[in-house]
């Protein structure tokens, strides 16, 4: 039975790779909010200008036009089938708004909380570092270089950290996330409807535990 999955996760959760290796290995789409305001900035549609003139305006683009480019992108043919979420529902209000999508396109709605504590995503931002030559990612509490700070392949480039990686930022970016988020996580739970993979883990065993779970909800792509 085809679904909407979504997919929920805090900043360096890794929530973006597993719905990457979701779409590549089991042709499931993944539809984001950020890659359908980037393809707003050249489409000619009626949306799209709109949402082209609220932007220009400094205003935030409100739930209903959200929810429109979400309802327009989901009509596709490439989500004739299963389709995750990525980036909407982001309030309680978003999910109302889902429910009637759920409900036109005869699909259930099913939340997976991709679950990292608040200490390890703490050391998996602020650790963070990247080659500029080849963009290999280090992490100097998980995965360090060889030679500090500088790239295993690349030993002649000094490894990158990102301005928006501090510690304080990270503690606001991630605060902000926990307070947006809870009221979204309580309205799927109180449904029955979240269900939770510890992000903790590899990449890949990640991955095996959201098959398994779409496998067991008998999810069709």
Do not use: W
């Amino acid at each position: 039975m085809s679904k909407i999955i979504v997919l929920i996760g805090a900043p360096g959760a890794g929530k973006g790779t597993q719905a990457r290796l979701l779409q590549e290995r089991l042709g499931v789409p993944q539809i984001s909010t950020g890659d359908m305001f980037r393809e707003m900035k050249d489409a000619d549609t009626p949306l799209a200008k709109e949402v082209r003139e609220i932007l220009a305006s400094g205003k935030l683009v409100p739930d209903e036009v959200t929810f429109e480019m979400v309802k327009e992108r989901t009509a596709r043919d490439d989500c004739k089938g299963t389709y995750i979420l990525d980036g909407f529902p982001r309030t309680p209000v978003q999910a109302e708004m889902l429910e009637q999508l759920s409900e036109e396109q005869g699909k259930p709605i099913s939340a997976i909380l991709v679950d990292v504590s608040f200490d390890d995503l703490e050391k998996r931002l602020t650790g963070r570092r990247s080659c500029p030559v080849c963009g290999e990612i280090y992490n100097i509490h998980f995965k360090a270089p060889k030679q500090e700070g500088r790239c295993d392949l690349h030993p002649e480039a000094e490894l990158l950290h990102r301005a928006d990686d501090t510690s304080e930022k990270v503690t606001v970016r991630l605060e902000t996330y926990e307070e947006n988020t809870k009221p979204l996580l309580e309205y799927y739970e109180k449904s029955g409807r979240l269900q939770k993979v510890d992000g903790k883990r590899l990449p890949e065993e990640i991955y095996k535990e959201l098959e398994s779970l779409l496998a067991v909800n008998n999810v069709a792509a």
